[in-house]
T-cell receptor
Protein backbone atom coordinates (compact mmCIF):
# COMPACT_ATOMS: atom_id res chain seq x y z
CA UNK A 1 0.00 0.00 0.00
CA UNK A 2 2.76 2.44 -0.99
CA UNK A 3 0.47 4.92 -2.77
CA UNK A 4 2.64 7.62 -4.35
CA UNK A 5 6.39 7.27 -3.96
CA UNK A 6 8.77 10.11 -4.65
CA UNK A 7 12.56 9.98 -4.86
CA UNK A 8 14.76 11.48 -3.67
CA UNK A 9 13.41 12.97 -0.44
CA UNK A 10 16.13 15.60 -0.24
CA UNK A 11 18.49 17.07 -2.82
CA UNK A 12 20.97 19.92 -2.99
CA UNK A 13 21.99 21.17 -6.42
CA UNK A 14 24.36 23.81 -7.65
CA UNK A 15 23.03 26.44 -10.01
CA UNK A 16 23.09 25.08 -13.55
CA UNK A 17 23.03 21.41 -12.59
CA UNK A 18 20.30 19.13 -13.85
CA UNK A 19 18.31 16.45 -12.13
CA UNK A 20 15.18 14.35 -12.43
CA UNK A 21 12.62 13.87 -9.69
CA UNK A 22 10.99 10.50 -9.83
CA UNK A 23 7.39 9.64 -8.98
CA UNK A 24 5.57 6.33 -9.11
CA UNK A 25 2.07 5.31 -8.06
CA UNK A 26 0.69 1.83 -7.58
CA UNK A 27 -3.03 2.65 -7.47
CA UNK A 28 -3.69 2.32 -11.20
CA UNK A 29 -4.54 6.01 -11.39
CA UNK A 30 -4.84 7.61 -14.80
CA UNK A 31 -3.83 11.17 -13.95
CA UNK A 32 -0.62 12.42 -12.35
CA UNK A 33 0.57 15.85 -11.30
CA UNK A 34 3.63 17.77 -10.17
CA UNK A 35 3.24 20.64 -7.70
CA UNK A 36 5.68 22.90 -5.94
CA UNK A 37 5.12 24.32 -2.48
CA UNK A 38 6.79 27.52 -1.35
CA UNK A 39 6.53 29.30 2.03
CA UNK A 40 3.53 31.61 2.17
CA UNK A 41 2.12 30.26 -1.07
CA UNK A 42 -0.26 27.51 -1.89
CA UNK A 43 0.59 24.47 -3.93
CA UNK A 44 1.14 25.46 -7.54
CA UNK A 45 0.73 23.10 -10.44
CA UNK A 46 3.81 22.68 -12.64
CA UNK A 47 2.70 20.01 -15.10
CA UNK A 48 0.10 17.29 -15.22
CA UNK A 49 -0.63 14.19 -17.22
CA UNK A 50 -4.27 13.34 -17.77
CA UNK A 51 -3.42 9.87 -19.00
CA UNK A 52 -0.50 7.83 -20.22
CA UNK A 53 1.03 9.49 -23.25
CA UNK A 54 -0.22 13.02 -22.55
CA UNK A 55 1.25 15.93 -20.63
CA UNK A 56 0.14 19.53 -20.20
CA UNK A 57 1.46 22.68 -18.62
CA UNK A 58 0.12 23.91 -15.36
CA UNK A 59 0.44 27.28 -13.68
CA UNK A 60 4.26 27.44 -13.38
CA UNK A 61 5.89 25.22 -16.05
CA UNK A 62 8.91 27.37 -16.96
CA UNK A 63 12.24 25.69 -16.23
CA UNK A 64 10.75 22.20 -16.03
CA UNK A 65 10.04 19.27 -18.29
CA UNK A 66 8.10 16.11 -17.61
CA UNK A 67 7.84 12.59 -18.92
CA UNK A 68 4.97 10.20 -18.42
CA UNK A 69 7.05 7.08 -18.77
CA UNK A 70 4.12 4.68 -18.36
CA UNK A 71 0.91 4.60 -16.38
CA UNK A 72 2.77 4.29 -13.07
CA UNK A 73 5.60 6.80 -13.48
CA UNK A 74 5.74 10.55 -14.03
CA UNK A 75 9.10 12.29 -13.78
CA UNK A 76 9.98 15.97 -13.44
CA UNK A 77 13.24 17.26 -14.88
CA UNK A 78 15.14 20.43 -14.14
CA UNK A 79 17.57 20.97 -17.01
CA UNK A 80 19.47 23.88 -15.49
CA UNK A 81 18.57 24.45 -11.86
CA UNK A 82 18.15 27.98 -10.55
CA UNK A 83 17.87 29.21 -6.95
CA UNK A 84 14.26 30.19 -7.68
CA UNK A 85 13.53 26.48 -8.02
CA UNK A 86 14.35 25.87 -4.39
CA UNK A 87 11.11 24.41 -3.12
CA UNK A 88 9.31 21.31 -1.92
CA UNK A 89 7.98 19.29 -4.82
CA UNK A 90 4.94 17.05 -4.55
CA UNK A 91 3.75 14.45 -6.98
CA UNK A 92 0.09 13.44 -6.90
CA UNK A 93 -2.19 11.07 -8.73
CA UNK A 94 -5.92 10.69 -9.19
CA UNK A 95 -8.42 8.36 -10.72
CA UNK A 96 -9.79 11.01 -13.05
CA UNK A 97 -8.52 14.34 -14.29
CA UNK A 98 -9.41 17.13 -11.86
CA UNK A 99 -8.80 14.82 -8.95
CA UNK A 100 -11.02 15.23 -6.00
CA UNK A 101 -11.12 12.37 -3.56
CA UNK A 102 -8.75 10.48 -5.76
CA UNK A 103 -5.98 13.02 -5.26
CA UNK A 104 -3.19 11.18 -3.47
CA UNK A 105 0.04 13.03 -2.74
CA UNK A 106 3.53 11.71 -2.24
CA UNK A 107 5.60 12.77 0.75
CA UNK A 108 7.57 15.36 -1.19
CA UNK A 109 11.09 16.14 -2.38
CA UNK A 110 12.85 19.03 -0.67
CA UNK A 111 15.14 20.65 -3.25
CA UNK A 112 17.68 23.34 -2.49
CA UNK A 113 19.54 25.09 -5.31
CA UNK A 114 22.63 26.99 -4.21
CA UNK B 1 -4.17 32.85 -11.40
CA UNK B 2 -7.01 32.33 -8.97
CA UNK B 3 -6.57 33.42 -5.41
CA UNK B 4 -7.62 31.20 -2.60
CA UNK B 5 -6.83 32.76 0.72
CA UNK B 6 -7.19 32.05 4.37
CA UNK B 7 -8.29 34.53 7.01
CA UNK B 8 -5.82 33.34 9.66
CA UNK B 9 -2.38 31.88 9.04
CA UNK B 10 -2.17 30.31 12.54
CA UNK B 11 -4.69 28.97 15.00
CA UNK B 12 -4.17 27.57 18.49
CA UNK B 13 -6.90 25.68 20.32
CA UNK B 14 -7.19 23.71 23.54
CA UNK B 15 -7.55 19.98 23.26
CA UNK B 16 -11.22 19.11 23.27
CA UNK B 17 -12.38 22.44 21.91
CA UNK B 18 -13.84 22.89 18.46
CA UNK B 19 -11.70 24.43 15.70
CA UNK B 20 -12.87 26.55 12.81
CA UNK B 21 -10.58 27.22 9.87
CA UNK B 22 -11.73 29.68 7.23
CA UNK B 23 -11.02 30.11 3.55
CA UNK B 24 -12.04 32.73 1.02
CA UNK B 25 -12.15 31.96 -2.66
CA UNK B 26 -12.36 34.44 -5.45
CA UNK B 27 -14.08 32.78 -8.39
CA UNK B 28 -17.82 32.23 -8.42
CA UNK B 29 -17.29 29.70 -11.22
CA UNK B 30 -15.62 27.27 -8.83
CA UNK B 31 -17.76 24.17 -8.49
CA UNK B 32 -15.83 21.88 -6.22
CA UNK B 33 -13.84 22.40 -3.03
CA UNK B 34 -11.58 20.22 -0.93
CA UNK B 35 -9.95 20.55 2.45
CA UNK B 36 -6.55 18.93 2.88
CA UNK B 37 -4.49 18.28 5.99
CA UNK B 38 -0.70 18.39 5.79
CA UNK B 39 1.40 17.11 8.66
CA UNK B 40 5.01 18.11 8.99
CA UNK B 41 7.20 16.40 6.41
CA UNK B 42 4.29 14.78 4.63
CA UNK B 43 2.15 15.43 1.61
CA UNK B 44 -1.40 16.79 1.86
CA UNK B 45 -4.13 14.33 2.74
CA UNK B 46 -7.76 14.60 1.69
CA UNK B 47 -10.11 15.42 4.57
CA UNK B 48 -13.47 16.33 3.09
CA UNK B 49 -14.95 17.78 -0.06
CA UNK B 50 -18.05 19.69 -1.05
CA UNK B 51 -19.69 20.55 -4.34
CA UNK B 52 -21.11 23.95 -5.12
CA UNK B 53 -24.68 22.65 -5.09
CA UNK B 54 -24.34 21.95 -1.36
CA UNK B 55 -23.86 24.26 1.60
CA UNK B 56 -22.86 21.74 4.25
CA UNK B 57 -21.21 18.35 4.41
CA UNK B 58 -20.27 16.32 7.43
CA UNK B 59 -17.63 13.70 7.97
CA UNK B 60 -16.15 12.08 11.00
CA UNK B 61 -15.55 14.99 13.43
CA UNK B 62 -15.29 17.40 10.51
CA UNK B 63 -17.84 19.61 8.82
CA UNK B 64 -17.37 21.81 5.80
CA UNK B 65 -19.61 24.81 5.22
CA UNK B 66 -19.88 26.62 1.92
CA UNK B 67 -21.30 30.11 1.57
CA UNK B 68 -21.42 30.91 -2.12
CA UNK B 69 -22.90 34.34 -1.55
CA UNK B 70 -19.71 35.60 0.07
CA UNK B 71 -17.43 32.98 -1.47
CA UNK B 72 -16.40 31.55 1.86
CA UNK B 73 -15.51 28.05 2.95
CA UNK B 74 -14.92 26.80 6.46
CA UNK B 75 -13.71 23.62 8.10
CA UNK B 76 -14.97 22.77 11.55
CA UNK B 77 -13.19 20.15 13.61
CA UNK B 78 -15.07 18.88 16.64
CA UNK B 79 -13.31 17.92 19.87
CA UNK B 80 -9.88 18.81 18.49
CA UNK B 81 -7.13 16.35 19.35
CA UNK B 82 -3.33 16.68 19.39
CA UNK B 83 -3.22 14.58 16.23
CA UNK B 84 -5.15 17.32 14.46
CA UNK B 85 -2.14 19.64 14.68
CA UNK B 86 -1.17 20.30 11.07
CA UNK B 87 -1.49 22.78 8.22
CA UNK B 88 -4.91 22.81 6.60
CA UNK B 89 -5.41 23.87 2.96
CA UNK B 90 -8.51 24.60 1.02
CA UNK B 91 -8.54 24.04 -2.72
CA UNK B 92 -11.01 25.12 -5.37
CA UNK B 93 -11.62 23.85 -8.85
CA UNK B 94 -13.08 25.96 -11.60
CA UNK B 95 -15.91 24.38 -13.56
CA UNK B 96 -14.00 25.18 -16.75
CA UNK B 97 -10.53 24.03 -15.81
CA UNK B 98 -8.41 20.99 -15.19
CA UNK B 99 -6.65 21.98 -12.04
CA UNK B 100 -7.12 22.92 -8.44
CA UNK B 101 -5.98 26.17 -6.86
CA UNK B 102 -4.73 25.86 -3.33
CA UNK B 103 -4.77 28.31 -0.46
CA UNK B 104 -1.64 29.15 1.51
CA UNK B 105 -2.71 27.11 4.52
CA UNK B 106 -3.56 27.62 8.19
CA UNK B 107 -1.33 26.11 10.82
CA UNK B 108 -3.42 24.54 13.58
CA UNK B 109 -1.77 23.86 16.94
CA UNK B 110 -3.62 21.87 19.56
CA UNK B 111 -2.61 22.64 23.13
CA UNK B 112 -2.85 19.59 25.42
Amino acid sequence: NAGVTQTPKFQVLKTGQSMTLQCAQDMNHNSMYWYRQDPGMGLRLIYYSASEGTTDKGEVPNGYNVSRLNKREFSLRLESAAPSQTSVYFCASSTILQGGKGYTFGSGTRLTVV
Amino acid sequence: GESVGLHLPTLSVQEGDNSIINCAYSNSASDYFIWYKQESGKGPQFIIDIRSNMDKRQGQRVTVLLNKTVKHLSLQIAATQPGDSAVYFCAERLNTGNQFYFGTGTSLTVIP
